[in-house]
């Protein structure tokens, strides 16, 4: 594993050093299409081979005849976009114009790629030698590799490459990507194992690429998750597309504006995974006033957290469970009507659980967030009957600093988080409050609290550890010592006004 991203690290930083005057938002087109066309190729160099030697159960196939490819789920790859064919022709000034017609005969031969892979390399501004470089490094992938191992190495270094454009673009870049342990939490919480999987803002797949890892990780049968998403930003979704058809994953992904033109409008999704953008402002929210979605009252026209959080509860099947990020602020906030709605929704028992999470995990935005967990019927026979509790969770000091600006959940904090959610939510969990850490409140608490969701509200300050001084000998010290200070204190004024006389001033 270290090895493998000690290469991540090493395959980024070489991309990089060629990015020169490039802003990063256009160059990560630039490489993403490149680590998805030396996949696709991969993939199908290894089918090509065994159709050549015809043994088996390939005995008498063509290798040129596409509909062989077809039959293994394996994009057909046209002569001239073959990636050693490319290669070789990596440092002739016309590279450029030939991986632009790569891209488009790729798309021609396969429709599911119509319009996802970038057309961009021809472009004269792009340097063609750093370019014919950036093909030789990306050909260093996969080297050795087969199959599996080749698609697994691929999709970790597309990911890693997605992680650190978000961080290099700053603001922007969370608009498609969310950092990785937090998907990998809220997978974890919610175990989708099978079903259908929604998620309306789904940027570049990251939540879908988790989940299916999730199912493999438990030898379970990606086949039995379905995977829904929608995205309103049509390059994102074009790299959502790239980021799992290298995986293999098939999923129905549609462009538009999720409030304004929905495109699953009769979906019923058994689990929804989602980071909506924050305190989104213009979401059209003036022309939505009478939708059928606001079963708790309508959202704000001024901020879209709890259009999103009404859109996700509606998609939800009778016992399907949702988990979102959002602002800090959702969790207690009173503008245009967001109160009423959520004490609407803590009395109609759709709230599940609220997990508090530490600041700086995210590459885009210092605005704090959280978690909110969604159950349709909290009294769903899978589970313990928890109709008149939410559990909350206080993550905040949790997390582990992996540069000076971010922070990132360990494997131990995710499984910490998930555990006591499980055991909170299973009929044999051995759930038991952790003052500091979670608190399984009644709803009596919660309004008492105000329909306040904000997990340190419930759980209280983290225990002390006895340790064994008594308290009359603790305050005697405490005492002993701030007298000292005094006197410290008080000699070093003395010493100040002598030495102030000392050079003419007199007070």
Same mark, same amino acid.
């Given at each position: ?5 000690e290469?991540e ?5 070489a991309a ?17 299409g ?6 696709i190729s991969?993939?199908?160099? #290894?089918l090509? +081979?065994?159709? =050549?030697? $015809?043994k088996?159960e390939? @005995?008498?196939? &063509?290798?040129?005849? !596409? ?7 394996i994009f ?11 290669q #070789?022709?990596? +440092?002739?000034? =016309?590279? $450029?114009?030939?991986?632009? @017609?790569?891209m &488009?005969?790729?798309? !021609?031969?396969?429709?599911?790629l ?14 063609k030698q750093r370019?014919g470089?950036?093909i ?14 080749a ?7 597309y ?8 961080d290099?673009?700053?603001?922007k870049?969370?608009?498609f ?6 998907v990998?939490l ?8 099978a ?9 570049s ?13 438990h ?9 829904f ?7 994102t ?9 290298i ?12 409030f ?5 409008k ?9 980071n ?25 026209v ?5 259009a ?6 509606h998609?939800?099947?009778p ?31 759709v ?5 508090a ?5 995210f590459?885009?935005?210092?605005i ?6 969604l159950a ?20 905040r ?15 131990d904090?995710?499984a910490r988080?998930a555990?006591t959610?499980?055991?909170?939510r ?17 709803l009596?608490?919660?309004r ?8 340190g ?7 002390e550890?006895d ?8 305050m005697?010290a405490?005492?002993?010592?701030l ?8 000699e070093?004024?003395?010493t100040i ?10 007070f």
């Amino acid at each position: 594993m270290a090895e493998n991203n000690e290469l991540e690290k090493t395959l980024w930083a070489a991309a990089d050093k060629l990015r020169s005057n490039m802003d990063a938002a256009e160059y990560k087109h630039i490489v993403l299409g490149l680590i998805f066309l030396k996949y696709i190729s991969d993939a199908f160099y #290894d089918l090509h +081979k065994k159709l =050549e030697a $015809g043994k088996g159960e390939f @005995e008498g196939a &063509d290798p040129e005849d !596409k509909d062989e490819y077809l039959a293994y789920n394996i994009f057909f790859v046209p002569e001239k976009a073959r990636w050693q064919y490319l290669q #070789d022709r990596a +440092k002739q000034p =016309e590279i $450029g114009k030939w991986l632009d @017609e790569a891209m &488009d005969d790729i798309e !021609k031969i396969n429709p599911p790629l119509k319009g996802v892979l970038p057309k961009i390399y021809a472009d004269p501004e792009l340097n063609k030698q750093r370019l014919g470089e950036l093909i030789d490094l990306i050909g260093t992938i996969g080297f050795n590799q087969e199959g599996h191992q080749a698609q697994d190495l691929l999709g970790r270094v597309y990911e890693y490459f997605l992680g650190q454009f978000a961080d290099a673009e700053g603001k922007k870049g969370g608009q498609f990507y969310t950092p990785a342990s937090i998907v990998k939490l809220l997978v974890a919480m919610l175990e989708p194992y099978a079903g259908r999987v929604y998620d309306g803002c789904c940027g570049s797949g990251g939540m879908f690429v988790q989940s299916e890892r999730f199912v493999e990780e438990h030898q379970g049968n990606i086949k039995d998750l379905s995977i829904f998403g929608q995205e309103s930003n049509p390059t994102t979704l074009r790299l959502a597309k790239m980021n799992l058809a290298i995986r293999g994953i098939d999923a129905k992904l549609e462009l538009g504006d999720t409030f304004l033109n929905d495109k699953h409008k009769d979906l019923k999704a058994d689990y929804i995974l989602a980071n909506p953008p924050f305190n989104v402002s213009d979401w059209s929210g003036e022309q939505l006033r009478e939708d059928n979605r606001w079963q708790y009252g309508p959202p704000p026209v001024g901020n879209a957290n709890y259009a999103w959080l009404q859109h996700f509860i509606h998609k939800l099947s009778p016992n399907g469970t949702a988990g979102i990020v959002l602002a800090n602020g959702s969790m207690n906030s009173n503008t245009g009507g967001e109160g009423e709605i959520r004490q609407k929704m803590i009395e109609d028992g759709v709230i599940d659980c609220m997990v508090a999470l530490p600041a700086q995990l995210f590459y885009n935005t210092m605005i704090p967030a959280c978690l909110w967990f969604l159950a349709r019927n909290k009294a769903n026979h899978k589970f313990r009957d928890r109709s008149n509790e939410i559990l909350f969770i206080d993550a905040r000091n949790l997390g582990t600093m992996i540069s000076r600006r971010n922070r990132e959940l360990t494997d131990d904090d995710i499984a910490r988080i998930a555990d006591t959610y499980h055991n909170w939510r299973n009929k044999d969990g051995q759930y038991e409050d952790t003052p500091g850490f979670c608190k399984a409140a009644p709803l009596d608490e919660v309004r008492a609290n105000n329909y306040v969701l904000m997990p340190g509200r419930y759980v209280g300050a983290e225990e002390e550890e006895d340790d064994g001084i008594p308290f009359e000998e603790k305050m005697t010290a405490l005492t002993e010592k701030l007298a000292e200070q005094f006197t410290r204190g008080a000699e070093l004024e003395k010493t100040i006004w002598e030495n102030l006389r000392g050079i003419g001033y007199e007070f």
